[in-house]
């Protein structure tokens, strides 16, 4: 796969996915030395700079790696998935069972740690989860998300906080068809309302055992569901 200039639009773009398909193609196999800049520049028919930034860009997906004073090697020949594909990508029952070992170790630390402010966002998270009745299942799912979320943040620990915020878009899609196809919301419009209700006054209490164990069985009668036959499940 011979390289060639460049036509003139986003020349950093161009040059990446330039020489990202002579390192997948197998032009350059893992471990060979790529030639030197000037060698690049003048084949791609760009500047120093941009063959610079390409190659910046090459090394944060994983393929190349510079060496001090031997030149950039290819070690990969395919780019390191980023954590938010990785998620994207993944079973949702996976990504499920992780969610659920994140979320009832937090919802103890969040019995322990929960502040007056915390107590206030839960509950309005709550009531905003229940007027979502009259929402379709898209705007329920997010109303439910944004109850998780707060008792997340309650923990106090802005670690769980992030982790969990990695984990929601990932979720959002394929619970929301997971409430379509099964009909969850056909003789309830606000499934588990009393199991929430009751894991906030659990929080609001500090019992932290009672919101572990509430937050749990929730989780598990919705990856039931999950393993059940929606959408990306195993």
């Known amino acids: 796969m011979p390289l060639g200039a460049l036509r003139p639009s986003p020349l950093v773009d161009q040059a990446v996915q330039h020489l990202r398909e002579q390192i997948t193609g197998g032009h350059w196999p893992v471990g060979t030395r790529l030639p030197g800049e000037n060698a690049l520049a003048k084949t791609l028919g760009v500047g120093r700079s941009t063959v610079r930034e390409a190659l910046r860009a090459l090394a944060g997906a994983g393929l ?16 390191v998935q980023d954590w938010a594909t990785r998620l ?10 992780v969610r659920m070992m994140v979320e009832t170790q937090a919802a103890r630390l969040a019995a322990a740690r929960r502040t007056d402010e915390d107590v206030a966002a839960m509950e309005a998270a709550l009531q905003a989860r229940e ?7 898209a705007a329920f799912v997010d109303a439910d998300i944004a109850l998780h979320a707060a008792i997340v943040a309650a923990a106090g620990n802005p670690v769980l906080t992030d982790l969990f915020a990695e984990f929601a878009p990932a979720l959002r899609e394929k619970l929301i068809d997971m409430v379509e196809l099964l009909g969850l919301r056909e003789h309830d419009r606000t499934p588990g309302h009393d199991t929430h209700a009751a894991l906030v006054a659990a929080v609001r209490d500090g019992d932290a055992r009672a919101a572990s164990d509430l937050l749990q069985a929730e989780l598990d009668q919705t990856l039931a569901h999950l393993h059940g036959g929606a959408p990306g499940s195993r």
């Open 131 to 137: 007027r979502a009745a009259d929402a379709d299942d």
């Open 88 to 97: 994207r990508r993944a079973a949702i029952s996976d990504v499920y069972e």
């Open 64 to 79: 190349v790696q510079a060496r001090q004073g031997s030149g950039v090697f290819v070690i990969a020949s395919e780019p």
